[in-house]
Nanobody, 121 residues
Framework: QVQLVESGGGLVQVGGSLRLSCAPS????????MGWFRQAPGKEREFVAT????????FYADSVKGRFTISRDTAKNTVYLQMNSLKPEDTAVYYC??????????????WGQGTQVTVSS
């Protein structure tokens, strides 16, 4: 059983930046893709970004393209989400997940507990 632990969330002003990290607790990442999703209060969980296990393939939601960057460091067994030019609508709980290279939450088998990101205007 893979357990994923996110960190790096917090409160930031509009236009600011945050970097989220996701690392496995215990087992290392297997050769699976990693994704970031987010869920705002009263809304469905939505796709943010995904990266293949080699790091060679990346895919972003249109709402974050050009502002967010997903990356992975296999030596450190960590996946990152660099978030720049943050907007109030980016406020949500952010989750990392491990599974197939997809924008669908159903393609991911393991999930972290989430980290809160709040963007204040």
């Amino acid at each position: 059983q893979v357990q994923l632990v996110e960190s790096g969330g917090g409160l930031v002003q509009v236009g600011g930046s945050l970097r989220l990290s996701c690392a496995p607790s215990g087992r290392t990442f297997s050769r699976l893709s990693m994704g970031w999703f987010r869920q705002a209060p009263g809304k469905e969980r939505e796709f943010v970004a995904t990266i293949s296990w080699t790091g060679g393939n990346l895919f972003y939601a249109d709402s974050v393209k050009g502002r967010f960057t997903i990356s992975r460091d296999t030596a450190k067994n960590t996946v990152y989400l660099q978030m720049n030019s943050l907007k109030p609508e980016d406020t949500a709980v952010y989750y990392c997940a491990q599974g197939d290279y997809s924008s669908s939450p159903g393609a991911y088998d393991y999930w972290g507990q989430g980290t809160q990101v709040t963007v204040s205007s």
